[in-house]
């Protein structure tokens, strides 16, 4: 133990004999952490905010469908109004709402919408006006007028793409022409049926997401106006999209509404089988970032490798003379260790330090993608261009244990080496 | 008086060092025996084998034929690891280059060896102490090697190899890089704790002045031993020159 001690004083000494050579070495070794905390951080922050995003462009961290409606998109296929009441109702517990941020029944369907000038295909969107806002991110990006309301039945809001393309501003008056829904063994509202229905809306908002499609298809109109139209009676639904205030709590929540709706011809779906592109894209995201994490470590370890490698061949005459002393090969190997130990330690700090100091500075006042892309920011990828980093102490703990792992597995080659050291040859090197 | 074990005991040992395709002998057929508290010198011109006889007599270096025995001990039978431990529990080592570490101050450097050995803190200072003060390095412990005259490193380097209380001393050419009168100096400390210890000190030296001092002198030629005299056969075989002169 006491000679173990002297190993480690004498490596930790040994470092200092050239410290500016410690200092860049350490710096460059800090400077791989820094950057795979960063590189992380932004990741983690980038693919928080795309989920957030995604779902609240889609139906939510975890959506209740009618069975079957996820693989076919058949919007005939509605939840019965006594299951919408029931997710209601088990929602309003003390447990879910500590879990949920907002609920918003939709009723979803597909028809043309006309203006004076023009006609284009659109995606409606049956909503709440005063639950949707909770849930989804369009009436927070309304551009031109006001979101929906109750007291406007007749309002309308549609993407800034689609007002572009059928000339309309706020007040215009558009035609939307639907075909009522059918449902196997449910009766549809008088005077509904296989012809086609209109409603005469009034535009009330343009709201402009970023997203091409987005902007050019979906119009959202209040609840009851779409039921009336497309024939569908009170409280049936296509879906019940819900926020929740954590995304990781998405399959519990997923889980707990299954158990509840056992029985009922339902699918709960958390946003990863909603939303399954999405997932995919993250995930190679994921992989990618790993690959390029591994090259930027595989690098510093090389340089590691190289000026541990480099100190212990230059100190073969005092190794030998360590080594003509008594010292031990083990003992040489331990002291190598011990000084590759202190020089990852003082890496580490200068690492974290550096590392967390960015990251916090990305998590606070976030990084600015148009200072990057200029005027070509990828609308299609980033909703807000201001990215915010985001690290858990999981990963600063993997991040620090991986730096570790990795520069003491490399110093064994070197320890090795000095472990090898052989009598009397080394002793002839002055 | 024969003594009952040798300090050193060599038979018949030869040792070949290969330089490329070829085969350049260092030792051919070395018999010597050293008796405990001898202070012998290995002289000899470079290339003569003195480093050679001193790194298989420590255990740093493997006869290729013949019988070594170190305090009793067949060293040709020894693992690695035994001959380490040898080394660390009774043989003291000086080289000529002092080979301190330069991280370690002069009393880290001599007590060096003795934590190797386990010793604890208060017991390794106090023998380091009452070396230092013994040989004239007393004030100096905290100093770095690179801090240090030639003559003061080679005296820690002494410190280093005595503070165990070692059997034998093996010096390599102890002087070779100390003037006159610190080479002078330097055996004087060496004499003295031969002389107050009873250690082995067997050096070698191509010196006349270190010859001089040696109480046996042992000269090497060719890997092979030319003369084996002690002092007073010397200054006997001195004295009936001048006599015949």
Sequence with gaps: MRSALLLVKIGWRNLWRNPRGTLLTALALGLGLALLLISLGLLDGGHEQT??????????????????????????????????????????TAEMKKLVRGVSPR?????????????????????????????????????????????????????????????????????????????????????????????????????????????????????????????VPDGQVTQVALLLQQEGDSPMVARALLKQLTGEPVEVLTWRESIPMLAQILGLDHAFNYIMNGVILAMVGLGILNTILMRVLERRYEFGVSKALGLRPGQLAVMVIGESLALTAISLALGLALGLSVEHYFATSGLDLRWIFKADLPSALVLDPILYSRLSSNRIIWSVSIVFAMTTVISFYPALKAARTELPDALKGL | MVPAEWAVELKDVLKTYQTGPIDVPALRGVSLQIAAGEFAAVAGPSGSGKTTLLNIIGGLDRADAGEVRVAGQNLQLLSSSELAHLRLQRIGFVFQTYNLLPVLTALENAEFTLLLQGVPARKRRERVEKLFSEIGLAGLEDRRPAELSGGQQQRVAVARAMVTEPALILADEPTANLDSATAIALLDVMEHLNRVTGTTFIFSTHDPQVMERAHRLIRLRDGQIASDETRERQEARVTARGDAG
């Design chain 1, 107 to 231: 009723l979803l369907a597909t028809g043309l919408l006309s203006s004076s000038a023009n006609s284009a295909g659109v995606r409606i969107m049956g909503v709440i006006p005063q639950d949707e806002p909770a849930v989804s991110f369009i009436p927070q990006r309304i551009v031109e007028g006001t979101y929906l309301s109750d007291d406007r039945p007749s309002g309308v809001v549609i993407g800034a793409e689609l007002a572009r393309e059928l000339e309309v501003k706020i007040g215009s008056r558009v035609v939307l022409m639907t075909q009522a829904l059918r449902q196997p063994g449910v009766e549809t509202k008088k005077g509904a049926g296989e012809e086609m229905q209109s409603t005469l809306l009034r535009v009330s908002g343009i709201f402009r997401t970023g997203l091409q499609a987005v902007d050019a298809n979906i119009i959202q109109l209040p609840l009851p106006a779409a039921q009336t139209l497309l024939g």
């Design chain 1, 51 to 92: 989920i957030a995003d995604g779902v609240r462009l889609g139906p939510g961290h975890v959506v209740i469908q009618a069975k079957g409606y996820q693989d076919s998109g058949s919007d005939e296929l509605l939840l019965p109004a006594q299951v919408v009441s029931r997710i209601e109702g088990f929602l309003q």
